[in-house]
Each structure stands twice: as structure tokens, then as C-alpha cells.
């Protein structure tokens, strides 16, 4: 089809452009900067779309940046995987660019606006190519686009505890990408490309050579330690709670819906589009070190959070314990449980996108950070609090929520493995999916069973609509994919089925 | 044959969209909020009760919604003999429930959201019922726990808060371990079909063991089983009375039922019978009926003894259903049948007694039979179908699981006959008492005969107890009848005979 052949590359550049146009009009009025933003969300998302019926009718897209031919050129590959990560980037940018217009002018001063989305525009930019690309240094590119303009993003509002959270997380996100970038290197020199389908070919040759596999070892090591990192898998999650809970929340509601998962997709291209399925399962058990290491972030995470008193720390460790869900099904390397695992980034995009939105939502209405403090906020703003109840159940994974559906994957996954680990899975994925009710339940009996201190607190003083219409959205999304779950699943299946082809 | 209908989707549609339609109601009035509330129920009544004909043919009546579904497990409904039958009882207990409400919930706070979240409890245990499929059936199953935990704390005082917390993260984590045995049956054999008598051929050894025991984990936790049933009698007494009514009376049976259908159409009793498990499960039930009953006469609180009494009658339904024979399990379903309409209607009279005279205690009830002889006769007539007094109800159950115990064979038969006889007389112990303190015994207590101006509970409140006791009496002497027409056909389909 002519009209959709350009479309991977417009995906990666609407983002772009708008971030370089953004401060050009933004220099004339500030207020044009949250419209343009909108448009730019919304045309991506429609793009992605349009790109998921031409990957689901057509199989594979492979694009060639200016019509040089890979391995010498730049190649966009567009599978199942890709697809369904732009949709899902673009979806919960556009709720944040929404839920923004109105968040901002509150919380961020006025010279911060312009900042603010041109930084955003560029963050999604990253992270839309780094979904899009078949080239591992562009991939590599776009992580530090995404990175850099995330570390800005979670220091923006200029508090000093922002800006040594956002320190803190520079400083290890410069880590993973020097490692990433050693990884890389490592493999050049193995096999003199670095076009990820050329790369898995070539690489072929080089699994049997004694000598040289401890090259390629240490590569897989470089690259597992670097993007674990950027996906925040414990125990190398340590910067996470602290950017994710400073940074403004509709910036939080991306980094922790959106970003961290982006992380994991880097994880899945390396071990299973770089490397071939047998080799990280069979040869180098490196999916089962990174299921050990995901059970023990969905224990670790889930406990952390359970002791926390503000709302956004709160939430930021139980990203912790979910990034732990994903990786877990990712490295079960089943058919259920990559499907899962898969699964549970677009239904933790969106429960974990909605929760953020809501504490932002919160806390600009009331400035109420502490859990304890939360009583008689189901009357005072009644939809919000809905809206946080339902992405609540979705993520202890109660149905008909969608968090159920990825909680039945996962759980099949698990099982299927037929080892005594994957009894320990499905105990760590049913321990945690009851630790993660001990701390939403405690947030939800506060909202709405306890007494609240002052009697004017209960005055109902609701969410402006503007902020109300991406929480309730998100918190819709959370019910209409627990009851209709083919939809997701459509490109998550086969997205699955093409990464575990090998074994 | 299978007739496709949405008759079951409007049963289990109708109070949930009601109750959000009464929640906004009841923000302008009081009554049109509980109206509706009643119409929601009434309207699931009559829907179920326009399936009867269809189903009295032999026919099931499914509905499909393909759109939704998990892996290969479509959102799909299925009516038989035995839902139909436990969804006519618990709907009909619901309208009663409601229509008690109305005055009993007057002074009490939170109300839109107390009827809101009845009939969402009500859509669920329907959705429990109709299931298709085993994880259709959790899905609603785990629902039921959500909505009835908010009528748990409904009091929101720290006791409730309490009791609520070990209601619902026991019944989480209970609910994970069946969950758990459902990925098991899935992953095994493929299907969680409902309607096969028995899904599990061609599996065998010790992962039948674990799939039986992960599966009845939750489902003994939400009957209230001993072990499980720690919760229990500290959750139903702290909740308003008609929530104490539907918690024991329904929310119980729905654990009941899923525990039938666990033994009955996901292993099979051919399959129950090679196990040689049914011994192990009698064996649980009695603990349970022995156990609920000696904790029951400790009580002083009247809602809590109440509480424990659903323990042990939930003892005699598993005892009954775990013994594989038809008569058994003809036994289980009248036992349902009976501590529905019984329970409710002690907790009816316990909520009346709390409403008028502000009595808890079992000591303070002393005379109570003068000044509320209604509330008292009902809860007389309640109380011997509880012990087994002919001809009540709750002779026509114990006599079933009897001839059942009988057909099981001789060691069964003696060792229930010591638990009935054992627990029959416990029953009497706890529950004679009362009634000879209520209605013998002199209000005053310095020995003058002061005139007791009869003042009992409101129309409205009155009129659901006194149905309950005119069903406990008439299902009694009829229970031969009505065993040939609804229970007998549905055993049969539930036996495959």
C-alpha cells in the first residue's frame, strides 16, 4: 500500500518534529504549546494504528531510511512487538499531554512550560524509535534521547530533592548506557555489523567458536546489566522510586507507564532478536536469572511499597514489583508466559498511567501526599477516586479488571514450564499479587472507610475536567480490556509466537 | 437441548444496573432508592422464574458473549437444573432482604452506598451461578468477595475494619490458591467446562490430589469451612443484619455451590470414587458441623452464635455433597435450601430484636416473647428446623443425608449418625434456651406479673420474616413433593442418571 509505506518513520518523527517546532511557536505564545502537543499525540496514535492493520494484515515491515538497503543502511523494523509498544507510547503520552494543559499551569512555573513539552515531544520521540528501529545503535540513539530528556524532565520542577532525584537517576542511567554501549561494541567487533537481523545471522557462526564466545558472553552481560537498569529490575532499581515520585506526576504516570517498559523492550530485542532463543535459554540460562531476579523485584518491590506513607513512592515501588511481572513472563520464555508478560505492559501502562494521574490529581486539589491523610476523598472528588479504585483492582489483578487477564497469562506460563521453578513462579506471581492488595487496599479503605478529620474536607470538590477525562479513560481502558481481551491480545500473541519462533 | 437466551445476562444485569440507577436515586429519596432496589431484585425473580418451563423440559439455556474471552474461555453463561434452582431461592431471599431494609437501614449512615453495593453482591452470586465455565465462575466468585467486603465494614468502626481485613485477605489468598488449581485443570486437560460431569479424564496421579485441594481451598473459605472459616464469625455478626442475613444466608451457599460443582462436573464422582477421597471430605464435614456447633454454644452474642451455627450447617451441606450418592447430595440441596430460608430468618429476628429492643445478648432476652411475639415465633419455628424438629424443613435435609450416609455403606452411616444425633443435641442446647427464656420467663425479676404491651417491629419488617417461617413449615410437610418435582430431576442431572 502506497499511503501507509511511510508510516514507521512518521511514528519516530511526529514526536521529533513537534519537539523542534514546539519552542519556535512557543516563543510566540506559550499556550499554543499544550494544543500542538495534543495534535502531535493524537496523530501518532492514529499512525500506530494505522501501522498495526497494515503489520496484522501484511506480516513483518521492514523500512529502509533514504532506500539504502540493510546492513549498510538504516533499517526500521515494524513486527507485532513494535506496533503494539507505539500504541501504546502514543496512547498514554496523549492521556499525560491532555491531563497536562491544566496540571502544568498549577504545578510547574510559567517559564517551564515550553521546557516542558518540548521535553516531552523528545522523550516520546526516544521512545517511539527505540521501538520502531532494527538497528541496535540506533537503538542505542534513542535510549539516550529518551534518557537525557527524562533526567530534565524529572528535575523540571527545580525543588532540590527533584534535582537529586533526577541526579541520582542520571547517574546510573550513564552506567547502563556506557555498559550498553560496551555491549555493542563488543559485538562489532564480532561480527563487524550492527543491524539486528544481519547481527543474529552472523552471529550464527560465532556460538560454536570456543574462543570468542566469552566475548560474546560478556556482550550478552553488558547489555542484560544496562537495560535492566533502564527497566528498573531489582535489584537495580534503586533510582526509580525516587525520580518516579519526584517528578511531576503527569511525567511519572509516562516514566512509570511507559518508559521503564521501553527497557524491557530492549531486553526482549537482545535476547530474542539479537541472540537466538536457544542460546539465552539453553546454552547461557540467562532467562532464568532474569526470572530469579524479576521474582525477587515482584517480592522485594511489593514489600518496599507496603511500607511507604507517600501516595507517588507508593505507587513508584509497586512499578517496581511490576516491572518484576513483566520480565518474569519474559523470561519464562513460554508461550503463555511471554504473551503474558507482553501482555502486562499495555494493562500496567494503563493502571499504573491512571494511578499517577490520580495522585497528581490529588495532590492538585488538596496537596495531600501521605496515605493516612487521604480520608474522606471519595466524597470530596468522587470520579477520581473511582477511577483510582479501578486501576487499584487491576493491578492486585482482581477481575473483570485487565490486570486479571495478565495475572491468568502469566500464572499459565508458569505452570506450563513443568519444573519445580516454575512452582516457585506461580507462588511468587500469586504472593505478590497479595501483597500488592495489602497496599492498594490499604489506600482504598482510607479514601473511602475512614473518618475524615476536618468535616469540610468532605465538600465535594471534584477533578477539572480536563484532568478527569485522561484518569477516566485510562481507569475505562482498565475494564473494557479485562472484559474484551482479544484486543491487546491480538498483537500480543503473535508478538509472542514470533519471539519464541526458535524454540 | 441448548437454547441460546439472554434471559440469564438480564437476571444478572438487571440489579447491577439498578444499583447504580438507586445510588444516584437515592442522593434525592430515600424510598424511590430502596423501591428500586426491591424491583431490581423482583425483576431477577421473575426472570429466573420465566426460565423454569425451559429448563423443566430438559433443556440448558447458554449464552455467548464470543467477544470476551480469555485464552480459549468465553464470558459465557449457562443455565441448568441446579443453578436454577439455587438462583429462584437466593433471589427470592434477596427481595426479602431488601424489603427488610427499608426501616431496619433508617438510622444507620452510608446508606445508598449499603444498598448499592446489596445489589451489586446480588448480580455477582447470580453471575457465580450462571457460569459456563470454571473461570467465568471465579471471575464472579471474586467479585462476590469485593461487594460483600464493603457490606462486611459497612460500620466502618475499627472492630469492622478488622473483621473486614481477615474476611477479604484470607479470602484473597484462598481465591490465588483456587485460582491456581484452575490454571492447573486448564493447562492439563484444556477446557474448564461446566457441563461435562466430570473434565478430567486422562490425568492421573498425584496432580488430581492438588488440583482437588487447590480448588476447594476457595471454595471452603467462602462456605466458611472449618478450617477456613476463621473469618466467618466475626465478619457476618458485625455487619447490619440484612447484610448478616445475605452473608450467611447466600454469600455462604454460593461457596457451597461452587464446592458441588468442583466435586460434581470438574472431577466426577467416578473419578471422586477412584480417588477414595470421599471419606477424607465426610471426615471435614463432621469436624466442621461438631466444631461450629460446641463453638456455637460458648456464645453469648446472639448474631454470633448465629455465625457459628452457619459453620456447622455448612458442615451437614459438604458432608452430604462428599458422600457421592444421590440421595446425598439430594440431602446437600434441601440443606441449602432450608439454612437459607432458616438463616435468614434468625438474622431477620436478630436484626428485629437489635432494631427495637437494642438486644444483643442472649441474656438480655429474657420475656422478650411478650413484647415481641412475632419476631419470637418466627424465630421459634427458625430455630427447630435448625435442630431437626419434624415437620420442618431441616428434618426433611437430615433425613436425605441420612438415607444418603445409609446408601454410602455402613462405616459412614454409624459414624454420621453419632455427628447427627451428637450435633442435633447441640443444636437443642443452644437454641432451646432462648426460646424457653423468651417466652417463660418474666420480664420483671423481683416477681411481679407487670402487663408486657406487645410491641413488635414494623410491617415491613414483620411481613419477610413471617414468609420465611410459613416457607420453613410448608416446605416441611410438602419436602416429599417438592424432592420429586425440583430436587430429584436435578440431582439426576448432576449424577448423569
Redesign the interface.
Known amino acids: 500500500m502506497v499511503g501507509t509505506s511511510h508510516l514507521p518513520i512518521l511514528v519516530v518523527l511526529l514526536p521529533l518534529v513537534t519537539a523542534y517546532i514546539t519552542p519556535l511557536l512557543g516563543w510566540i505564545d506559550k499556550r499554543i504549546c499544550n494544543p500542538l502537543v495534543v495534535v502531535s499525540m493524537t496523530l501518532a496514535f492514529l499512525a500506530s494504528l494505522l501501522l498495526a492493520r497494515s503489520v496484522l494484515t501484511g506480516g513483518v515491515i521492514s523500512y529502509h531510511m533514504g532506500g539504502f538497503a540493510p546492513p549498510f543502511g538504516i533499517e526500521l523494523v515494524v513486527d507485532y512487538f513494535g506496533v503494539y509498544m507505539c500504541i501504546i507510547i502514543s496512547f498514554i503520552t496523549l492521556m499525560a499531554a491532555i491531563y497536562s494543559r491544566e496540571y502544568v499551569a498549577k504545578e510547574l512555573h510559567e517559564s517551564k512550560t515550553v521546557p516542558y513539552y518540548t521535553l516531552l515531544m523528545l522523550m516520546t520521540g526516544g521512545m517511539m524509535g527505540a521501538s520502531v528501529t532494527g538497528d541496535l545503535f540506533n537503538l542505542f540513539v534513542f535510549f539516550e534521547i529518551l534518557s537525557i530528556s527524562s533526567y530534565a524532565l524529572v528535575a523540571i520542577t527545580g525543588k532540590k530533592v527533584a534535582i537529586m532525584a533526577s541526579y541520582k537517576y542520571l547517574l546510573l542511567g550513564a552506567i547502563a548506557t556506557s555498559f550498553t554501549l560496551v555491549g555493542i561494541a563488543y559485538l562489532y567487533i564480532l561480527t563487524g555489523t550492527l543491524n539486528m537481523a544481519d547481527l543474529s545471522v552472523r552471529l550464527q557462526s560465532v556460538y560454536g567458536v570456543g574462543g570468542s564466545s566469552w566475548t560474546l558472553i560478556a556482550a550478552l552481560a553488558f547489555f542484560m546489566v544496562g537495560y535492566c537498569i533502564k527497566a528498573a529490575l531489582f535489584p537495580l532499581h534503586t533510582w526509580l522510586p525516587d525520580a518516579h515520585s519526584m517528578a511531576p506526576s503527569s511525567i511519572s504516570a509516562v516514566l512509570s507507564g511507559i518508559l521503564i517498559k521501553v527497557g524491557a523492550l530492549a531486553i526482549i530485542r537482545v535476547l530474542f532478536n539479537i541472540f537466538q532463543p536457544e542460546f539465552v535459554v539453553e546454552t547461557i540460562p540467562i532467562t532464568s536469572m532474569i526470572s530469579w531476579m524479576a521474582a525477587a523485584a515482584i517480592i522485594a518491590g511489593s514489600l518496599f511499597a507496603i511500607s511507604q506513607t507517600d501516595i507517588k513512592r507508593m505507587l513508584a515501588y509497586s512499578s517496581v514489583a511490576h516491572i518484576g511481572f513483566i520480565i518474569l513472563g519474559i523470561g519464562l520464555a513460554t508461550g503463555y508466559g511471554t504473551t503474558g508478560g507482553i501482555l502486562h505492559i499495555f494493562n500496567h501502562a494503563m493502571a499504573k498511567g491512571c494511578l499517577f494521574l490520580c495522585a497528581g490529581a490529588i495532590i492538585y486539589k488538596t496537596g495531600i501526599r501521605n496515605i493516612d491523610d487521604l480520608a474522606g476523598l471519595g466524597n470530596k472528588m468522587p470520579f477520581t477516586m473511582a477511577a483510582f479504585t479501578i486501576a487499584s483492582?487491576s493491578m492486585?489483578g482482581?477481575?473483570?479488571t485487565a490486570g486479571?487477564?495478565s495475572?491468568?497469562?502469566l500464572?499459565?506460563g508458569a505452570?506450563?514450564t513443568g519444573t519445580w521453578s516454575g512452582w516457585v513462579f506461580?507462588g511468587t506471581i500469586?504472593v505478590g499479587?497479595?501483597l500488592t492488595?495489602?497496599f492498594y487496599?490499604k489506600v482504598i479503605?482510607n479514601i473511602y472507610?475512614?473518618?475524615p478529620l476536618l468535616r469540610e474536607d468532605v465538600q465535594r470538590d471534584e477533578t477539572p475536567l480536563g484532568m478527569l477525562i485522561p484518569i477516566l479513560i485510562l481507569a475505562g481502558g482498565c475494564v473494557i480490556f479485562g472484559?474484551?481481551?482479544?484486543i491487546p491480545l491480538s498483537l500480543a500473541e503473535p508478538a509472542a509466537k514470533l519471539f519464541l519462533g526458535g524454540i | 437441548m441448548i437454547i441460546v437466551s439472554c434471559l440469564p445476562v438480564i437476571a444478572l444485569l438487571s440489579p447491577l444496573i439498578a444499583g447504580i440507577i438507586s445510588y444516584q436515586a437515592g442522593k434525592i429519596s430515600e424510598t424511590a432508592r430502596d423501591l428500586i432496589t426491591i424491583a431490581a431484585a423482583i425483576v431477577s425473580f421473575i426472570v429466573i422464574v420465566a426460565m423454569i418451563p425451559t429448563i423443566l423440559n430438559g433443556n440448558t439455556i447458554e449464552y455467548i458473549f464470543s467477544y470476551s474471552a480469555v485464552s480459549t474461555l468465553p464470558m459465557a453463561f449457562r443455565v441448568g437444573p441446579f443453578p436454577l434452582f439455587l438462583g429462584l431461592v437466593i433471589s427470592f431471599a434477596w427481595i426479602l432482604s431488601a424489603v427488610y431494609s427499608h426501616r431496619y437501614m433508617e438510622h444507620l449512615h452510608s446508606r445508598n452506598r449499603f444498598y448499592l453495593f446489596m445489589s451489586l453482591t446480588l448480580s455477582a452470586v447470580i453471575g457465580t451461578l450462571f457460569a459456563k465455565n470454571m473461570l467465568v465462575l471465579f471471575i464472579f466468585f471474586e467479585i462476590t468477595l469485593f461487594t460483600s467486603y464493603v457490606l462486611v465494614i459497612h460500620e466502618e468502626t475499627p472492630e469492622a475494619m478488622a473483621a473486614g481485613k481477615k474476611y477479604l485477605f484470607l479470602g484473597l489468598a484462598t481465591g490465588l490458591v483456587m485460582f491456581c488449581g484452575i490454571l492447573l485443570v486448564y493447562l492439563q486437560v484444556g477446557t474448564l467446562d461446566l457441563g461435562k460431569r466430570g473434565i478430567l479424564d486422562g490425568v492421573h496421579g498425584n496432580i488430581l490430589y492438588v488440583m482437588l485441594f487447590t480448588l476447594l481451598v476457595g471454595a471452603l473459605f467462602k462456605a466458611g469451612m472449618f478450617p477456613l472459616h476463621v473469618w466467618l464469625p466475626s465478619a457476618h455478626p458485625i455487619a447490619p443484619s440484612p447484610a448478616s442475613a445475605i452473608l450467611s444466608a447466600v454469600v455462604v451457599k454460593e461457596g457451597c455451590y461452587v464446592m458441588i460443582r468442583i466435586l460434581y462436573d470438574i472431577f466426577g464422582v467416578n473419578l471422586l470414587k477412584t480417588m477414595f477421597v470421599s471419606n477424607w471430605l465426610i471426615l471435614l464435614g463432621g469436624l466442621s458441623i461438631f466444631f461450629g456447633s460446641a463453638m456455637a454454644i460458648r456464645q453469648h452474642d446472639l448474631k454470633t452464635m448465629l455465625a457459628y451455627s452457619t459453620v456447622s450447617k455448612v458442615g451437614y451441606i459438604f458432608l452430604g455433597a462428599a458422600l457421592l450418592t444421590p440421595t446425598g447430595l439430594q440431602g446437600a440441596m434441601v440443606h441449602i435450601f432450608h439454612h437459607l430460608m432458616a438463616k435468614s430468618a434468625l438474622f431477620f429476628c436478630a436484626g428485629a430484636l437489635i432494631y427495637k429492643a437494642g438486644i444483643r445478648d442472649i441474656d438480655q432476652m429474657a420475656g422478650i416473647g411478650k413484647k415481641m411475639p412475632i419476631t419470637m415465633m418466627v424465630f421459634t419455628i427458625a430455630a427447630l428446623s435448625m435442630i431437626g424438629v419434624p415437620p420442618l424443613v431441616g428434618f426433611a435435609s437430615k433425613w436425605y443425608i441420612v438415607v444418603g450416609a445409609l446408601e454410602a455403606g455402613r462405616p459412614t452411616a454409624i459414624g454420621f449418625g453419632l455427628v447427627l444425633i451428637l450435633s442435633s443435641l447441640m443444636n437443642a442446647i443452644y437454641f432451646i434456651p432462648i426460646i424457653i427464656n423468651a417466652f417463660f420467663t418474666g420480664a420483671s425479676e423481683n416477681g411481679e406479673h407487670k402487663e408486657v404491651i406487645p410491641d413488635d417491629v414494623p410491617l415491613s419488617m414483620a411481613v419477610p420474616m413471617v414468609i420465611l417461617a410459613i416457607g420453613i413449615i410448608v416446605f416441611g410437610v410438602l419436602s416429599a413433593t417438592t424432592s420429586v418435582v425440583v430436587i430429584k430431576p436435578t440431582v439426576n442431572a448432576m449424577m448423569g442418571l
Open positions: 483492582l492486585i482482581i477481575p473483570p486479571f487477564v495475572k491468568f497469562y500464572g499459565l505452570l506450563e506461580i500469586l499479587s497479595l492488595a495489602v487496599m479503605n472507610f475512614k473518618e472484559l474484551f481481551p482479544r
